[in-house]
């Protein structure tokens, strides 16, 4: 059977922003699996406008056809004012059959490990058919990540070993919901 396809989205558009050192800790990591083809899917390469304000049809279609071309989520998920960011809102909300019957896990961060963003998406991908795993990795503003506090300075990710327990743990089970799931869109 070929590899799944695993889809690593960063949540955050903004200049400055943390994710693309998370996502590339849980690529590596995933990587060492060697278990499912991993990538990392960044919102704004998609360059989409808010739904509906422009004609973003091919914008739409790219971002569509990416996810079509995977199995299962891994977002990375940032808390803003107690919830997801703008951005990743409007990424959700521009498909619909290319997250149906797919698994996903969470990565969060924030002051509360950014639980209430994560807990705001899960209800977000139950809308959406998506299947979100129950194990979750919870990172601190405060204890993983240098200077997230001081706008002076860049912000350095460097996460605690024991999350690695969870991370793998969410990838095991979001790898066992993609392929179950892969066989109702076949
Ligand atoms: C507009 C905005 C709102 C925020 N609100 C919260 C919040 O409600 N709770 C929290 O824990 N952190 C909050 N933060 C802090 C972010 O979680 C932190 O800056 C994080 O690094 C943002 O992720 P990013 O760097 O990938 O954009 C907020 C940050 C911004 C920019």
Redesign the pocket.
Known sequence: MSKLNIGII?????Q?????Q?GEWVKKIADQRGDANYEVVDIADYKLPLLGEADASEQAAAWNAKLANLDGFVF?V??????I?GALKNALDYAREAWNNKAAGIVS??????A??AEHLRTILGELSVADVRIHTALS?FTD?EN?MDYEKE?VFKPADLHLVNLNGMLDQVLAWSGALKTLRS
């Open positions: 960063l949540g955050s558009t903004r400055g922003r943390v994710s693309p998370v990375i940032q808390e803003y004012n107690h919830s960011t961060y924030g002051s509360v490990g950014g209430r963003a503003l990540f997230a912000t």
